[in-house]
């Protein structure tokens, strides 16, 4: 009986220790919620250099018309448009490993090609840690209509 109590004891802390390796690592999710808003920051600043570190050399972005776009088309853009304000809210950060994924909100207003415009979307951020910095490898914005 004492040896089967062992047994199960032993089972049962190899499995909690599995599970807390797996677990999310909430300093690795406020880092890059922090990120996030350095991102913000940065594209309503036309902050191309802090821009360029945040996201990954191999960087795609679907945009709210469906455009997809590469990293260098991305900087191209926020050059060019003039905006106003870019808040993000809501925000969850989901760490997997080296993997993480952001969800949340999103609101721009500028003004593009001499139009302004107002945007609403939600958004999907997927990051990647690597050579010890987290880089956002693909994001994607869909717009909320109502």
């Not at 499995?15 to 999710?29: K, N, V, Y």
């Not at 594209?43 to 679907?62: E, N, P, Q, S």
Request: charged share 20%.
């Amino acid at each position: 009986m004492r040896t089967k109590v062992l047994v199960l004891a032993v089972v049962g802390l190899a499995s909690l220790r599995g599970w807390s390796q797996d677990a999310p690592d909430p300093q690795a999710a406020s880092r890059i919620i922090a990120l996030e808003n350095a991102w913000s920051q940065a594209a309503a600043g036309k902050d191309l250099r802090a821009l360029d570190t945040l996201l990954d050399g191999g960087f795609v972005y679907v945009d709210f018309d469906g455009r997809l776009m590469t990293k260098a088309e991305v900087l191209a853009d926020v050059k060019a448009v003039h905006v106003q304000q870019f808040v993000t809210e809501g925000m969850t950060a989901h760490v997997y490993g080296n993997a993480a994924i952001v969800t949340g909100m999103v609101k721009m207003k500028g003004v593009e090609n001499g139009k302004p415009f107002l945007r609403r979307g939600r958004f999907t951020d997927t990051w990647i840690y690597r050579s010890g910095a987290w880089a956002c490898v693909a994001s994607e914005a869909t717009p909320i209509l109502h």
